[in-house]
């Protein structure tokens, strides 16, 4: 069973750093790119952060660009998020996201549990 458990989130003041871990497991894949999303009260969930840990692409929300770094431990199957300069609009619930694309051309996302990030200001 693909299993994900994030972690990481806290309380932090306007201006902090938290970093978040996504470790993976359950999976057999060299094809697969995890993501960080979050999910603010009365929002929809949107997209943070990206990688395809395949090549090392990665992507970033606009408003994220210049704070926010996502790297890849491949060998811990885990993604990291650092997270600083953080602004209380950053408040959220983020939710790491696997996209598997298996050897018969098979595609699945899995998501992991949350993790609560709080900034107070």
């Known amino acids: 069973e693909v299993q994900l458990q994030a972690s990481g989130g806290g309380l932090v003041h306007t201006g902090g750093s938290l970093r978040l871990s996504c470790t993976t497991s359950?999976?057999?894949?060299?094809?697969?790119?995890i993501g960080w999303f979050r999910q603010a009260p009365g929002k929809e969930r949107e997209v943070v952060s990206c990688?395809?840990?395949?090549?090392?692409?990665?992507h970033y929300e606009n408003s994220a660009k210049g704070r926010f770094t996502i790297s890849s431990d491949n060998a811990k199957n885990t993604v990291y998020l650092q997270m600083n300069s953080l602004k209380p609009e950053d408040t959220a619930v983020y939710y790491c996201?696997?996209?598997?694309?298996?050897?018969?051309?098979?595609?699945?996302?899995?998501w992991g549990q949350g993790t609560l990030v709080t900034v107070s200001s």
């Open positions: 996201n696997l996209h598997v694309t298996g050897a018969g051309g098979s595609v699945n996302d899995y």
């Open positions: 990688i395809m840990t395949t090549d090392g692409e990665t």
């Open positions: 359950g999976f057999n894949s060299d094809h697969y790119a």
